[in-house]
């Protein structure tokens, strides 16, 4: 279990590489990256500011990682999300999740995307010709989250 | 206490943090006494659906005790990921 909330990019297969470092039990690891995207309600997007609430968002992170690892019989499990200012095309977050079959993998980090759209201290501000705008939450992302409650 | 404001919360109220003495009990008082203090303020807090509040860095509600917080943040619904 690791979670690292940096400025700087990270590289996914490398990141995959360490999950696995001397491991020979592990049977998937799911993969999950984040981009910024050039486009957002029919307006071109010049680059993306990514606020965060420094210590909170570590521990958020944190919390969110130990509840898939309690939900799933995990063998490992990596988070990483960057902050600051990013270019259309750059990766943001990135979440990896090893088990012995594919199916907890898949389950749990989507589980981990879910849960960190809305409940870690992040806030978008997306660059336009038009200026900034702050990205508002979606519903659909609201009822993403209620989907594992009922589970 | 240390209140902290992000986002467009931050943005309109001007600054990312400040010390404030208050003897508000819930954090809806506090809100009620910063609302009262200037316009911006009143601005930022004008629609407090899109507004949420972390108590010393676990996410809280408005009608929260105050009572031992050392550090409230108020900012938008979170957009991560």
């Known amino acids: ?151 | 206490m240390q209140v902290l404001y992000f986002a467009w919360l931050r943005e309109r109220i001007g600054i990312p943090r400040e010390e404030v003495e208050t003897s508000a009990v819930t954090v809806a008082d506090l809100v009620a006494e910063l609302r009262g203090r200037e316009p911006r303020y009143e601005l930022a807090f004008s629609d407090m659906k899109s507004v949420r509040v972390a108590l010393d860095q676990e996410l809280s509600s408005l009608d929260a005790s105050l009572d031992g917080v050392r550090e409230v943040a108020f900012f938008p619904p979170m957009t991560g990921g």
């Not at chain 1, 957002?40 to 993306?48: E, L, P, V």
């Not at chain 1, 490992?76 to 990013?86: A, P, T």
């Open chain 1, 1 to 151: 279990m690791s979670v690292s909330v940096q400025a700087e990019d990270f590289d996914v297969g490398a990141e995959m590489a360490a999950l696995a470092e001397g491991r020979t039990d592990i049977g998937a690891i799911v993969s999950f990256t984040g981009l910024v995207r050039d486009m957002a309600k029919g307006a071109a997007i010049s680059d993306m500011e990514l606020e965060h609430y420094p210590g909170m968002t570590e521990k958020a992170l944190k919390e969110i990682e130990a509840q898939a690892n309690a939900r799933w019989d995990l063998q490992g499990s990596r988070i990483i999300h960057r902050y600051g200012r990013l270019a259309p095309g750059a990766r943001i977050v990135l979440v990896l999740t090893a088990s012995p079959h594919r199916q907890a993998a898949f389950e749990a980090a989507e589980f981990l995307m879910d849960y960190l759209k809305s409940r870690a201290p992040f806030w978008k501000k997306e660059g336009t010709a038009g200026g900034g705008h702050w990205v508002d939450a979606r519903e659909a992302d609201e009822d993403a989250l209620k989907r594992w409650d009922q589970e």
